[in-house]
């Protein structure tokens, strides 16, 4: 009887030894799938992450380098509207030169023949340009617009003008005046629209280099000078 007593706690022994076993074994499993899942759903995020950061890298660079054409082709097409305007910029500034120059005197005259009108003295027109005060009127509104005419109108029309009319025949107040715009460089274009653009080239403001910058638009489709500054001074003063 002992002995079956015996035996019978040494087999309950060895059954609750191998479920303990059992036991251990499963959970020491499970601690590892546990672990090993977490390893790959952790390097799972890493790679999505690295793969949206690439993608941010990708669609950042992309934005810069179109932003880059984007001002390239810009830029571009600014160079050839300003290299288009060099011909009507240069013939705006030969222009706004010459009727500067008329204002400061340079006319051809016959100092012997002359009309006095109050302590002015004018001589007889001889330049082939101008036979009346119309053309010179023409001369200056075919070349000039804007705040422009009412700096050069004293010409033609006021109090004193510069040209009158004696029976038909055309006289000039010859004075000399400093003028003119001895130009030192190639203008620069800049600004340019459909109906206007403005011009920068230095000059020699007698014995010193100076800036002129004029704003030439269009009027009734020609390019004409309607403005200037000297130096960043007041507007069509010199």
Known sequence: MKKKIIMCIIASAMICGTFASCGKDESSDSKSDTKTTTAATTTVAETTETETTAAETTEDVTTTTEAAETTTAANNNDNDAAQEHLTDASA???????????????????????????????????????????????????????????RYSVLYQGNAPFFKDYDGTLYF???????????????VITDVTDESFTITVKFDNFGGDSELVVKAVKDNGLWKASSFTVDGGAENAR
């Open 92 to 150: 705006i500034l030969n222009k706004l030169n010459d009727i500067d120059c008329i204002g400061g005197g340079v006319v051809d005259t016959d100092p012997a023949d002359t009309k006095e009108e109050g302590t002015i003295s004018y001589e007889k027109v001889t330049d082939s340009r101008f036979s009346t005060v119309d053309d010179v009127k023409k001369y200056i509104t075919d070349s000039i617009c804007g705040s422009l005419l009412d």
């Open 173 to 187: 107040n010859k004075l000399a005046r400093g003028c003119g715009f001895s130009f030192i460089n190639e203008p």
